[in-house]
């Protein structure tokens, strides 16, 4: 594959913030983030994002008509669906409100007399099997893998698409020869290849020249002869992916596998993704998954798979994003919790712009937890009643109240700075401060509206432990859920002191620290006399 300069706008403006961030793009390849990075219409400067914990992955930011996206930056040599699930899992840790993600790339096409799919096509995966996931029997190959989909209401917008392309007479073909003429040095890379050649069942590949490389095939007899399209030489087709773990890459179990399951495509990764999170797959054509692959068609089908998502992107109302449902599981929220108190010190610039930028990623935490204790997002936390996963729940609650103890730190050492600064002599950092101490006393409020919410979501936490560990007889559970109550009705007190006294941040802070330390020694206690 010929090397080519990294497509798409250079960033140069200021990122929105994290929520605001709703749909990822996840490539596994060079030839498919290269594509991606083709098809922005703006793109963002990272450097403030603060990564969820332990997140390896590396973003660009960018805007797609009305819709800010994630895409990964694949490292090299890492592919498969192990990665591409690990992708997925460090993008929710760093961007929680994500909805969707589309996995877009390359795959290896089906062709058929029923499909006359060709290199170049592109597939969006309705259903995705693990074909090679069952058992041999007498009968022959049982597969035991369960069928997986993309979410309804993902299904239900390649409507969308489908109406910009049969009503408005969308040209996939001209989409992807205008993104292409924005690549730099006119995307030449990128160019459409001359030769689509598919050979019958039976023509072996040749390790050293093959006449899948040759410039002209000198066995015109071996080829499947197929017409010129008439209309848009590129196709959108809808069906089923074959995923695994292994490439496919043999005509005679390609053909008999997919007369089996009705598969019109092959790909490694989607299977394992939709696991995470709703995922829907905009796959492009680059071989016929026969042993005469190779990496003629990558880049274009590649940006033939970017194209299509751009369209789909673009076809999509924001408003339907928004209203996607969110699925947050309790390790992504600690997590990214834990993204900012991890390291205080990771932002530039002067220490008011230091403090200015923690306070904010500390706020956009806060207003998570808003939503998932009392609003839009409260009944998306999976949660699981199972003993051995409810015992899980309790170490992850406990890990998650001592995080609630670092970030109370954090902000105490916000107020020793606001102490330290405000007794400078500077005019011009006191004006300054002036200004974020207006903001901070706008927080005050805030933390007035969280001493009533927090204890209801405390509370209710410990209701439902004590009412499960009666029903299973659970003494820890009940001991916990004893415990929670106390603590929700600590924090009502402190939230009921803090109005009526007016007591200073850093006093509210500090009180609340000290509850919280007790509830976790206590929890430990309990945890400690649950295993003797």
Request: aromatic share 6%.
């Amino acid at each position: 594959m010929r090397a080519t300069a990294i497509a798409g706008p250079p960033a140069t403006l200021d990122a929105p913030a994290v929520k605001e961030f709703m749909i990822g793009w996840i490539c596994v390849l060079r030839a498919e983030y290269r594509a991606a990075l083709a098809i922005l219409d703006e793109r963002y400067e990272t450097k403030n994002v603060v990564r969820g914990s332990e997140d390896k992955n590396q973003y660009v930011l960018g805007r797609v008509g009305s819709h800010n996206v994630i895409i990964n930056l694949p490292p090299v040599g890492l592919n498969g669906p192990v990665h591409a699930f690990s992708v997925a899992r460090d993008m929710k840790s760093t961007f929680p409100r994500m909805r969707f993600t589309l996995l877009v790339g390359i795959a290896g096409g089906v062709p058929s007399l029923d499909s006359d799919i060709r290199l170049g096509d592109v597939v969006i995966g309705q259903k995705i099997i693990p074909y090679r996931t069952g058992k041999e029997t007498q009968y022959g190959f049982e597969r035991t893998g369960m069928v997986k989909a993309p979410s309804s209401e993902l299904l239900t917008t390649i409507g969308y698409l489908n109406d910009r392309i049969d009503i408005d007479g969308l040209d996939l073909s001209l989409s992807i020869e205008e993104v292409r003429m924005k690549i730099a040095k006119g995307g030449a890379a990128f160019l459409r290849p001359a030769s689509d050649r598919c050979y019958k069942l039976g023509f072996a590949h040749q390790e050293s020249g093959c006449d899948c490389v040759l410039p002209e095939s000198q066995y015109p007899e071996r080829l499947v002869h197929r017409s010129e399209r008439e209309d848009d030489p590129v196709r959108l087709f809808l069906g089923a992916m074959g995923s695994d773990a292994a490439v496919m890459k043999n005509a005679q179990s390609r053909d008999a596998i997919a007369k089996r399951e009705g598969i019109v495509c092959y790909e490694m990764e989607s299977w394992a993704v939709m696991d995470l999170i709703p995922c829907l797959p905009i796959r492009g054509i680059s071989d016929y998954a026969d042993e005469h692959k190779n990496d003629a068609w990558h880049l274009y089908a590649s940006l033939a798979a970017a194209t299509c998502a751009r369209e789909y992107l673009l076809a999509l109302p924001q408003l339907v994003v928004r209203n996607f449902p969110v699925t947050i599981q309790g390790y992504e929220i600690e997590r990214y919790m834990k993204g900012t108190t991890s390291n205080p010190n990771m932002f530039c610039g002067s220490e008011i712009e230091k403090l200015q930028q923690t306070r904010d990623h500390l706020r956009e935490r806060r207003e998570l937890f808003k939503e998932l204790m009392h609003g839009e997002h409260r009944d998306s936390i999976s949660m699981s009643q199972d003993d051995e996963e409810s015992n899980a729940s309790q170490d992850q609650m406990l890990n998650n109240l001592r995080e609630g103890l670092k970030h109370l730190e954090v902000l105490d050492q916000l107020m020793d700075q606001e102490n330290e600064l405000c007794r400078g002599g500077d005019p011009v950092v006191r004006q300054k401060y002036a200004d974020l101490r207006h903001q901070i006393r706008g927080d005050r409020m805030i933390m007035r509206d969280l001493a009533d919410i927090a204890p209801e979501g405390v509370g209710y936490t410990g209701e439902w432990f004590e009412s499960v560990g009666s029903t299973f007889g659970n003494k820890f559970m009940k001991k916990t859920g004893r415990l929670m109550t106390s603590t929700a009705q600590y924090i009502r007190n402190m939230g009921k002191l803090f109005k009526s006294k007016n007591l200073t941040p850093k006093r509210m802070w500090r009180g609340l620290r000290r509850g919280l330390r007790g509830t976790c020694e206590g929890l430990e206690k309990t945890t400690t006399s649950a295993q003797i």
